[in-house]
């Protein structure tokens, strides 16, 4: 069976990315397929016991049962929120493309299908001269774009779509994510983004994924399940 490998990336921070990505990992596992994840850096991470804990690479290992070592799904982790090149220069880091392919190319042997989850969007630096877009490319993947379903959205995502293209790179489809409570926003245009995203994209939405409380895991199931068939 031929391997197959997905670029998670966003069209800004905080739109779902590692929820997408978590998602994703689990319907395959339930398609019996052996899933590899990695977060090549997360910034952000709450120090316990003196040591940086990763959230999120964390919560995809978890979500894909993998048994890879946290610290080559995860090489590189910073304390404060910023962008990786800020914060990696902040510690005097220098964060290595090529040890991250190596990491890569690692956990991919051993799976079927493997899972990058870019840190920020699409353009984030994660060193003085190269971006989340940069990384793909050398990685060789395809992109799916996880977007924020709100107003601006639409705009957001060509540019996302657009810069991938300039630069090479292959969208597979769209996601569209709601990162809060329908109740709580009063946010219209919710109602038309995915509509109005396909109508100028030559690309699917893969998925549109409603906000998930803890009583929604039976509807969540489906709709990654959904959005893996697509893939």
Known sequence: MEKRAYF???????????FVTAGIASALTRKGLSVGVM?????????????????DALLLKEAAGASDALDIINPYRFRLPLAPSVAARLEGVTIDFE????????????????????A?????????EKTNADLA???????????????????H???????????GLDVKGVIL????????????????NCEEIERFLELPVLGVVPHIGKEGAAQS???????????
């Open 177 to 192: 994510n709601h990162p809060e409570e329908a109740h709580k926003s009063v946010d219209i245009s919710r109602d038309y």
């Open 137 to 155: 490319f050398v990685l060789g993947l395809p992109l799916i774009v996880v977007a924020g379903s709100k107003l601006g959205v639409v705009n």
């Open 99 to 118: 040890r991250l392919a190596e990491y890569f190319d690692e956990i991919q042997k051993a799976h079927d299908v493997m899972l990058v989850e870019g």
């Open 8 to 18: 998670i990336t966003g069209t800004d921070t905080s739109v779902g990315k590692t």
């Open 120 to 128: 920020g969007g699409l353009m984030t630096p994660l060193t003085d």
């Open 39 to 55: 977060k090549p850096v997360e910034t952000g991470c709450p120090l316990k016991s003196e040591e940086l804990v990763p959230k």
């Open 157 to 167: 995502t060509l540019l996302t779509v657009e810069a991938a293209g300039a630069l």
């Open 221 to 231: 199931q489906k709709i990654f399940d959904a959005i893996v068939a697509g893939l």
